[in-house]
């Protein structure tokens, strides 16, 4: 079989695996809500382990894509289940609040640390989500870029609306990418 038709299901569907990481309340489970529902809202509610969405979408050049997105808990205590949620993973949005300076360095300790327990390539976007509240301009993107080799670095805001869809389709194309190589 084919890896192209591996990523298909039997309805012609693109399938991947996407996971959302980085601290607690950077946003992420506000990202998907954003993304998916349309919808946001202002109280934090922490999340406990993992939790899947389905998001069907079309790309501009028309192939349909299921997206199985794992929302899962940056809070400390979930750290020991964590690497068992990432497994197969094949795009990671890697997380940090733009006016959250330690959300940004624990990218380059925790964060990156528990990203290599994925055993399989993957490709990796980062966010700087919360854009809408200002940037207090503390990323450096050369140290990101040689640390992770992201596909693209942007800003988002759950709140707004800015990049989010953006975010999920140029991770998806990226994970289409190598398929057709
Ligand atoms: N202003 C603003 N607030 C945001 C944005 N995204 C999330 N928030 C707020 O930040 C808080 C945390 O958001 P969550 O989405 O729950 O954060 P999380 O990363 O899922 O947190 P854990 O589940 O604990 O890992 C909530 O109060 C949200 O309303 C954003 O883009 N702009
Ligand atoms: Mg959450």
Redesign the pocket.
Same mark, same amino acid.
């Given at each position: 079989m084919s890896t192209i038709m591996m990523k298909e299901d039997h309805f012609g569907f693109y399938v991947f695996k996407v996971i +959302?990481v980085?601290? *607690? =309340?950077?946003?992420?489970?506000? +990202?998907i809500?954003k993304y998916v529902f349309n919808q946001? *809202?202002?109280?934090? !509610?922490? @999340?406990i382990g993992s939790n899947i969405i389905i998001k069907d979408l079309e790309t501009d050049d028309g192939k349909k894509v299921k997206l199985s997105i794992w929302?899962? *808990?940056?809070?400390q205590k979930w750290e020991v289940m964590r690497p068992v949620y990432y497994q197969r993973a094949d795009g990671v949005l890697l997380?940090y609040?733009v006016t959250n300076k330690e959300s940004y360095d624990n990218l380059f300790t925790t964060w990156y640390h528990e990203i290599q327990t994925i055993h399989q390539d993957f490709k990796l976007m980062i966010l700087g989500?919360?854009?809408? !509240?200002g940037d207090l301009k503390f990323e450096d993107e050369n140290a990101l870029n040689e640390k992770f080799n992201p596909i693209k670095i942007i800003k988002? @805001? =759950?709140?707004?609306g800015e990049n989010v869809e953006k975010a999920f389709i140029e991770l998806t194309k990226a994970m289409i990418a190598p398929l057709y190589e």
């Open positions: +959302l980085g601290d *607690a =309340a950077v946003g992420k489970t506000s +990202l809500n946001f *809202a202002e109280d934090y !509610k922490a @999340s929302d899962i *808990a940056g809070q997380i609040d989500n919360k854009s809408d !509240k988002t @805001s =759950a709140k707004n």
